[in-house]
């Protein structure tokens, strides 16, 4: 599970993806442990939020919860390893989580896709949301 900016701990993350698996009745497709990532058939989960909105109103459960949802909706597997959280703002499109998703599992064709529970976890422009999945769109197609 990829956690670039450590502004939670670890094991809260890890209840947070468990809980999303099991409150969204997927536990055998979001979170799952040792997958061979290898493979490209598997999903990626993204979501963000900015550190203002984390200490104000923690989400990241229900956007964790959201993700799981669409995995199960869209029957893909999302394995632990490819659930990516950012912990800055939308302005910024310079996360590490969105660059690892631009820069080497999208271009190399490690995931079939990637799941994003809103928009608003993406970028905070509109113009830019345009592009990222226009982009995202093409390079999985």
């Not at 997927?26 to 900015?50: L, P």
């Not at 990241?60 to 959280?85: F, H, N, R, S, T």
């Not at 660059?99 to 994003?116: F, H, K, Q, S, T």
């Not at 592009?131 to 197609?141: G, I, N, P, S």
Request: some cysteine; hydrophobic content about 35%.
């Amino acid at each position: 599970m990829i956690s670039h900016v450590e502004l939670i701990e670890s094991e809260r993350l890890e209840k947070y993806v468990v809980e999303a698996a099991r409150r969204a009745g997927y536990e055998d497709g979001f979170g799952i442990k040792d997958c061979d990532v290898s493979q490209n058939h598997f999903w990626a989960a993204y979501t963000r939020q900015s550190t203002r909105e984390q200490s104000e109103n923690d989400r990241l459960a229900e956007y964790l919860l959201q993700c799981a949802q669409l995995a199960k909706q869209q029957g893909v597997i999302v394995p632990k390893d490819y659930i990516i959280y950012d912990a800055r703002s939308s302005e910024d499109m310079n996360r590490q989580g969105i660059e690892w998703l631009r820069r080497e599992l999208i271009p190399n064709r490690r995931i079939a896709g990637v799941l994003i529970p809103l928009q608003g976890r993406l970028s905070a422009n509109p113009l830019d949301k345009l592009a990222r999945c226009k982009a995202v769109y093409e390079t999985l197609d």
